[in-house]
C-alpha cells in the first residue's frame, strides 16, 4: 500500500516537479463572420436533408473476407450533401442591447420563433410566455436585460438554427454572428507560458 502511495505522488508531481491538476483554462474568444450587410464568412443555408449513410462493400463480397474494408466512404457528392447538414454550433447569435432599437424585424424573420421581447420574470414563468413557450427546462435561456425600455430579450438556445435571419434583418448590427473559438490547454512549456 505505501508503494502504491508513493508512486501516485510522484506520477502527480511529474517532470517539472508542477501539480498537474492545476492546469490553466481553455483559452475562448469569438469572432464576427461579418464580411457585409447580408453577407457571411460562414454558409448559413440550412438542409433538411437526413443523415447521409456512408456507403459500404457488398455484403456477398465484405463477408468473405475479413480484412476486407466495409466502408467506402463518401464521393465528393455525398461528402458535400453531408456537409452542408452542418448547423453551424460554432457560429454564436451575440446580442448587443445598447444598439437594439427594439424593432422586432428580427422577432418576425426567426424562423424558429426563438426571439421574445418581454417583460422580466421569474424564469418558471417566463419561459410559458415565450413566441414559442421554452419548454426544455435543461436548456438554458440567453437572457439581455440593457434595453432601453426596460424590457428584457430572451431567446431560446435550444431550437436556433445558426440561420442568421436575426442578424441579417437588424438594422442597427445589435445581432451578429460570430464563430466560437477554443484553445485546449497544451503540455509542456505551452502551459506554463499561458499561466
Ligand atoms: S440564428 Fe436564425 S434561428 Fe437563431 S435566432 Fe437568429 S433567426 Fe432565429
Ligand atoms: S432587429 Fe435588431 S434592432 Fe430590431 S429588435 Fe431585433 S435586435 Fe433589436
Redesign the pocket.
Known amino acids: 500500500m505505501a508503494h502504491g502511495h508513493e508512486a501516485a505522488v510522484s506520477i502527480d508531481k511529474f517532470l517539472n516537479g508542477e501539480d498537474i491538476n492545476h492546469r490553466p483554462l481553455p483559452a475562448v474568444e469569438v469572432v464576427s463572420q461579418k464580411m457585409g450587410i447580408h453577407e457571411w464568412s460562414y454558409d448559413n443555408d440550412i438542409a433538411l436533408d437526413k443523415r447521409y449513410r456512408v456507403p459500404t462493400r457488398d455484403n456477398v463480397v465484405a463477408l468473405k473476407d475479413i480484412r476486407t474494408e466495409v466502408e467506402l466512404g463518401y464521393d465528393d457528392k455525398l461528402a458535400f450533401a453531408e456537409a452542408q447538414r452542418c448547423l453551424n454550433c460554432d457560429v454564436q447569435?451575440v446580442f448587443t442591447g445598447q444598439l437594439c432599437i427594439e424593432c422586432d424585424a428580427?422577432v418576425d424573420?426567426?424562423?424558429?420563433d426563438?426571439?421574445t421581447f418581454t417583460a422580466n420574470g421569474e424564469e418558471a414563468e417566463l419561459r410559458t410566455r415565450l413566441q414559442a413557450p421554452a419548454t426544455n427546462v435543461t436548456q438554458d435561456l440567453y437572457v439581455a436585460d440593457n434595453l432601453k425600455t426596460g424590457r428584457v430579450m430572451v431567446?431560446d438556445e435550444d431550437?436556433?438554427?445558426?440561420?442568421?435571419?436575426?442578424?441579417e434583418r437588424c438594422p442597427t448590427g445589435a445581432?451578429d454572428m460570430q464563430k466560437y473559438l477554443i484553445e485546449m490547454t497544451q503540455a509542456e512549456s505551452a502551459c506554463r507560458s499561458r499561466a
Open positions: 447569435t428580427c424573420i426567426c424562423p424558429m426563438c426571439i431567446k431550437v436556433c438554427l445558426h440561420c442568421g435571419l436575426c442578424a445581432w
